[in-house]
């Protein structure tokens, strides 16, 4: 983050923070001033004086220090700045990439799935703005410390383990295999985290309101408790005090996490694909929503595996089914059609998803096989 805070502070901070000076050393230098006085007399000839007291609480703010006078370096401007740029940034990432994915993935037709809420897309994103100041504040010491040069990040390739090696590759392999690590702890430590937020005491206290997406959309992505989100997003900020990380590469990861958390919840069923053996993606968090016990990954299935709650994505635990049923039997009945129809058909799509489950039971049970 010091990268961020230096380019903040070239460009923005130096002339904003010399803009404040303290409030109170003004009004109590305009309060002292005799002509001052002598106007505020005159016009209020029938109004007593300020009391004591009040005059020496002004006197007491006066005395502190503006923020004008903070150097680069404190820590009370740097956590005011990091606050400021996490909390700009965690906007911009959030409407700028989830309104992307919302114009340009997201299926708008999963809008007319009967568990999709009235008023949804508002509500995923009051959501998330009530969330972001606690989470923005919450995440702030590990920002600080890093920017305080606590964390294991390192600027340039020489200051890395293998900087100094004779061997030029060493470096650049460790780079890649420090991506790697960072990507396994981070899977392997959010699943645990996701896996005990379902713990029923944990969940009705903590996660329970993201659950209230069944069909999510990619405004769903940050729409925690700030809790919740706070304790799924340890792992990132753990990960960089634990071993070395170049900045550069910290970034590029810390951009992709947010970006994929946005990405699968698109609400898609990619089915058939080899690689949903393997990566976590929208199709396996969407069925993560619907049956709640499943999926707790991020970006890889193997945690699921091991854990035995691994559901692999099949059509018939697609969403959109019910979403085409409904559709089709409007269509048939002139553009409408009855609570009744629509609670049949939302049957028959989770008796569906219940056929799958005895399949993916023995799916699980050949992919431990397999691992053993
Ligand atoms: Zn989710
Ligand atoms: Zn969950």
């Known amino acids: 983050m010091d990268i961020v805070l230096d380019f903040f502070d070239d460009y923005v901070g130096d002339a904003l923070y010399a803009k404040l000076h303290n409030p109170f050393t003004t009004l109590l230098a305009s309060q002292s001033s005799p002509s001052e006085w002598a106007a505020y007399a005159a016009s209020n000839l029938t109004s007593s004086p300020p009391p004591t007291s009040m005059k020496s609480v002004t006197t007491f703010l006066a005395e502190l220090p503006g923020l004008n006078t903070l150097p680069r370096d404190s820590i009370l401007r740097q956590s005011l700045s990091l606050y400021v740029i996490t909390y700009i940034g965690i906007l911009l990432l959030y409407f700028g990439v989830a309104t992307f994915s919302y114009y340009a993935i997201f299926d708008h037709r999963m809008k ?85 937020l379902h713990i029923p005491m944990f969940y009705k206290r903590l996660h329970k309101p993201h659950h209230k997406w069944i069909i999510p959309t990619p405004f769903a992505s940050h729409a925690f408790h700030p809790v919740d989100g706070y304790l799924q997003s340890i792992p990132y ?97 002139g553009g409408k059609i009855t609570k009744a129809e629509v609670l049949e058909i939302v049957e028959a799509e989770a008796d569906a998803a219940s056929r799958q489950t005895s399949d993916d039971d023995t799916e699980i049970a050949l992919e431990k096989k397999k691992m053993q």
């Open 112 to 196: 007319h799935h009967p568990r999709f809420l009235k008023d949804q897309v508002r509500k995923e994103i009051m959501f998330s703005l009530d969330a972001f100041p606690l989470l923005d504040l919450l995440t702030l010491p590990w920002f600080v410390g890093d920017v305080r040069g606590h964390s294991m990040l390192y600027d340039t390739i020489a200051e890395g383990p293998f900087g100094t090696s004779a061997a030029a590759w060493k470096p650049w392999a460790y780079m890649i295999f420090s991506a790697a690590l960072f990507l396994w702890f981070t899977d392997m430590c959010i699943y645990w985290i996701h896996r005990w």
């Open 237 to 333: 900020h753990l990960a960089c005090y634990l071993f070395p990380i170049h900045k550069y590469m910290f970034i590029g990861l810390f951009s992709f996490v947010n970006l994929w958390s946005i990405f699968i919840h698109d609400s898609d069923m990619l089915c058939g694909h080899p690689l949903e053996h393997y990566i976590n993606g929208p199709a396996h968090h969407t069925l993560h929503h619907i049956f709640f016990n499943c999926n707790y990954g991020q970006y890889f299935t193997w945690a699921d595996k091991v854990g035995g709650s691994f559901r692999v994505p099949a059509k018939g635990d697609d969403p959109m089914d019910a979403v085409l049923a409904i559709i089709e039997a409007k269509k048939k009945n």
